[in-house]
């Protein structure tokens, strides 16, 4: 039986405040931290930079962390690059990809800043981009992302979970689709791993990229991608760590991932990231969404019960709420329940400004729930919203 009491002694700050916005930074386990702790006391050493003791300590913790990382995934070391975010990562494969004038790029409005901006600057190259918009709940029609389709397609970037609606994309029928027209396809699953189960392999994607510090649990600055054929890239950042040789004005990149990964990464944070990784395996991500689900639907429910509340998403979201309460901006209604409750939501266009516009709205007050969510904090929440009530009549 998941006992999200136990769950819960691992995260301090949350006997404080009721914290909802996870879905733009997750809190990070107490194991988690010791393990970064331990680096700066027991082991602190560069990677790969040296033969002495610290240094052989600190680069086997981290590559055993991407080994963990790629096992959870069930992806492959040597194609997983850790990063410092998913916009990082994005980023990469934005800038290393050998793109020609007149290549096409299929997005959608649902998407993140981090999976939109980067294909829009390739538009001052010669690359065109097709935005595609969803239905009411926030869900793509694959058959939109069909017709949207040229000879001239290269990619389709999408996002795995909106962290507008929290709805899920059927990004595997995606890839599958693209796939037979030889596009190749990025998820973002910022929103996604750790979540929900996500499986590489399964969904096939050519790349998908996600943070550390969301349902990983792991601490900030740190993160993944995923490359499945990385001889398709041409790193774009190059330097310390990314060469195996140079001569007089020629050099020889390292084989993945170690040439996508310039430079001396977060040491400790990739190793607090593996130790979370762990963490989340060992609760179980089936039993972790399931929980998460079950608030945000009753959340969901509840919420949009009362009248002077708007509630957006579909039905079968993952544990991402967002409302707003008619008469009231978004940011007051953030900062009320903080002041009054001590309740932590997000407030604002959450780095999405299209999806905002598409809900035809300035800004939503965003709820998002993790594996140390109680059903005590729904009722705090929705009590507090039923409370503001007073504020609009």
């Excluded at 097709?130 to 389709?149: W, Y």
């Excluded at 039905?315 to 900062?335: M, S, T």
Aim: with cysteine.
């Amino acid at each position: 039986m998941y006992d999200v009491y136990a769950v819960r002694e691992d995260f301090p700050v949350l006997k404080e405040v009721v914290y909802l916005d996870s879905t733009a930074t997750t809190q990070t386990p107490i194991p988690a931290v010791e393990a970064m702790v331990e680096y700066f006391y027991r082991y602190a050493g560069n990677h790969g930079r040296g033969a002495h003791r610290l240094a052989r300590e600190a680069t086997n913790r981290y590559e055993d962390a991407r080994e963990t990382v790629a096992h959870f995934l069930n992806s492959e070391p040597s194609k997983t690059v850790l990063t410092k975010n998913t916009t990082e990562g994005i980023n990469l494969i934005a800038n290393s990809y050998p793109w020609e004038a007149g290549d096409h790029i299929v997005t959608t409005v649902l998407e993140h800043h981090s999976n939109l901006l980067p294909w829009l600057r390739l538009q001052k190259k010669g690359v065109n981009v097709t935005v595609v918009s969803p239905d009411s709940n926030g869900k793509i029609d694959v058959s939109s992302i069909e017709k949207a389709f040229t000879e001239k397609t290269r990619l389709v970037a999408i996002n795995h979970i909106s962290n507008v609606f929290g709805s899920v994309q059927d990004v595997k029928t995606i890839t599958k689709l693209a796939h037979r027209y030889g596009i190749k396809v990025l998820v973002d699953g910022a929103q996604s791993a750790g979540h929900m189960p996500v499986s590489l392999k399964d969904l096939n994607c050519d790349f998908f990229a996600t943070a550390g510090h969301k349902g990983l649990l792991g601490p900030q600055g740190t993160g993944v991608l995923y490359i499945k054929e990385p001889d398709v890239l041409d790193s774009a950042s190059v330097g310390g760590g990314t060469v195996s040789d140079v001569e007089g004005c020629t050099y020889v990149l390292e084989p993945s991932p170690a040439c996508f990964e310039a430079g001396t990464p977060n040491i400790p944070g990739v190793i607090g990231l593996g130790r979370a990784v762990e963490y989340v395996e060992k609760i179980g991500v089936p039993e972790i969404e399931a929980h998460e689900i079950k608030l945000s639907r009753e959340a969901a429910k509840r919420l949009s019960e009362l009248e002077h509340v708007e509630v957006y998403g579909p039905e079968d979201r993952a544990g991402i709420v967002p409302f707003n309460v008619k008469g009231l901006h978004a940011h007051d209604v953030a900062l009320i329940l903080d002041q009054t409750r001590k309740i932590c939501v997000r407030s604002g266009h959450h780095c999405a400004i299209p999806t905002i516009r598409f809900l035809n709205v300035d800004s939503t007050v965003r709820a998002s729930f993790a594996l140390y969510n109680t059903e005590e904090e729904v009722d705090i929440l929705v009590n507090a919203v039923a409370g503001l009530k007073a504020l609009v009549s």
